[in-house]
Each structure stands twice: as C-alpha cells, then as structure tokens.
C-alpha cells in the first residue's frame, strides 16, 4: 500500500517571511534607479553651490587662479555624492529602512564632508574674502567649539556616540519623525565638515607630538567605531522598537525584498560596521600627511638656525628638562 506524504503547507505570511529574508536587498538596477525629490536638502546644495561659485568668481575678478581639480572636487563628489545620498535609494527608503537609514547617517556624517574637503572651501574662503572677512574666519576658525570639534582626538567620539543611539528606541523615533530626517538632513553633514576640514586644511597649528597623540588615538577609535555595528549585527531582538514593516505610501505593498524588521535591523549593523571601519582610514591618512608636513616645517627652522642659535635652543631645550 502506498502512503503520499504532503509537506505541511505554508501560509502566506511565513511565505512572505520566507522570501523577504532570501531577498532582503533590492536588485542593483532597482537600487541605482530609484530617485525622489528633496527639497531641504536642493535648498542646502544650493546655498553651498552659490557661496563655492561666489568664491571662484571674486578670486577670478582679482585675477587670481584657483585649481580647477578643486572646484570639480567640490561639485561633482561633494556636493554630487550629497545629492546621491538625498535623491536616491537611501533617502528615498530612509523612512522605511533601517539600513537605508542608518547607511545614509553614515554617508552623511563621514563621505561626504571628505568629499567637500578635498574642494578645500576654507582655503578658498581665505582667498576670497576681505581683510575684514578673514579676521572673522580666523577667529572662528580659532573659537574653542571649532578647534574642539576638529581635533582628531575628540573628533571619532562623535559619531561613536550618535552610533549608540541606534541601538536604542530613538533610532525609531527619529527614522520615523519627518522634523528629524530635516534636522538630519541639515545637521549631520555640517556636523561632519566641523569634523572633517579643520583635520584635512590643517586649519590649526600641531606640534608634532600632540599629532602623535591624535594618530595613536585614532587608532584607538578604529576599534571602537565597530562597536554600535557589532552590537546591532549580533542582537537577537528589534532595538528600536518598530517590530512590524512601515511604509511611507499607505496602503501600499511592500516590494518583494523588503526585509524583515529583525534582519533589516543585522543588514543596519553589517552596511554600519563597514563604513565605520572605512571612514577610519582617510583620517589616518590625513594625519599622518599633517605629520609629515610638521616633521618638515620643523626640520626646515632647525636648518635655517645658525650655529649659535642652535647651541642657545639646545642649552634652553636642556635647562628645561
């Protein structure tokens, strides 16, 4: 006698489960295609575009060249990779995404102040300005905030801390809020750039040992930035408590890849623990240029000294110690 055995059948939401875990990213096609309109952020790529533009125009007027790479720099990456952040997937799904949301904080925070730093804005806004403008730069440059936020040191710790907040119940609230993605969109990459153009211009003046300190630091921070991805990668419940799917457009179905909340929450923690650890190394790269420009600076005084005042700086140096 035969016996037909039928597998236990499967309802449609654990088949739903099911296809949303085997395709929990979007296709590269779909990834790449999908745009929507930004208004607070055209309006931010706007006001940076004209302030750049004004700057090579005065400087034009004077008669005075500028690099062209740096404008292209400033244009295409910087405010380029900004309006593929805000335009494309990531914003377009960083209300509904974890990962879209938490990948596009860190872009923001990370990619596209280094971006907008390789144009240089500051040393164009030096040349640019009037004497009068550049006292008020300088001065602002030297505010104890500024020289705060880009220190090497205490620069890393910032997104570290803003990092934390993923694993909390904020992160909910504040993926979810439309009056925080426009704070988001405004703030984190200014936040950014207060970290990252005083690091890469060299806007203060480091001995070589207080770099030292800043590289080893650095170092340290490595290790640390992976945390908040770790964290979110290996936890077993939904930290910021939205258990179920949202989507922006009601009524409306979820595309086949959309993940479920707990796996959208590890795929957050995987894109979040790569680009912590990647944004680490332009900053060591950059401090270790800055060292070697110091290094030089100093070595060149030393030779210019006469033997006399090299004998004078060395009894000094000794009487010291």
């Known amino acids: 006698m035969l016996v037909e055995v039928h597998a236990p059948r499967e309802t449609p939401r654990a088949a739903t489960t099911q296809r949303r875990k085997s395709t929990a990213t979007p296709s590269i096609a779909e990834f790449l295609s999908t745009w929507s309109f930004d208004p607070v952020a055209a309006a931010a790529i706007a006001v940076g575009a004209v302030l750049y533009g004004w700057g090579l125009v005065t400087l034009r007027r004077r008669g005075e060249s500028w690099p062209a790479w740096r404008a292209w720099c400033f244009y295409l990456l910087g405010l380029g990779s900004f309006v593929w952040i805000q335009f494309g997937f990531l914003g377009t799904w960083s209300h509904d995404l974890r990962w879209a949301f938490t990948t596009r904080i860190a872009l923001l925070v990370f990619l596209v102040p280094m971006m907008v730093a390789l144009g240089t804005p500051i040393a164009l806004m030096r040349r640019a300005f009037s004497p009068r403008g550049q006292a008020v730069l300088a001065a602002v440059l030297r505010s104890w905030p500024l020289r705060l936020m880009g220190n090497a040191i205490f620069a890393p710790l910032v997104p570290l801390v803003g990092f934390l907040f993923f694993l ?74 939205v258990a179920a799917a949202t989507h922006t457009v009601a009524g409306a179905a979820l ?16 894109f979040l623990w790569f680009l912590a650890e990647a944004a680490d190394v332009p900053v060591l790269i950059a401090l270790f240029t800055r060292w070697s420009r110091v290094d030089r600076r100093d070595a060149k005084k030393i030779d210019d000294l006469s033997d006399e005042e090299y004998e004078a700086a060395v009894r000094a140096h000794l009487e010291q110690r």
Do not use: C, K
């Not at 479920?260 to 995987?270: I, K, V």
């Open 255 to 270: 595309p086949h890849w959309f993940p479920a909340p707990l796996h959208d929450q590890h795929l957050s923690g995987d």
């Open 168 to 241: 909390t119940p904020a992160a909910g609230a504040l993926r979810l809020d439309p009056g925080w993605s426009v704070a988001i969109t405004l703030f984190v990459p200014f936040i950014g750039l207060l970290m990252t153009l005083p690091i890469v211009e060299d806007t203060h003046s480091r001995s070589s040992t207080f770099i030292i300190y800043e590289f080893l630091l650095a170092l340290v921070e490595l290790l640390l930035d992976a945390i908040p991805g770790i964290l979110l990668r290996l936890n077993g419940s939904v930290l910021d408590g």
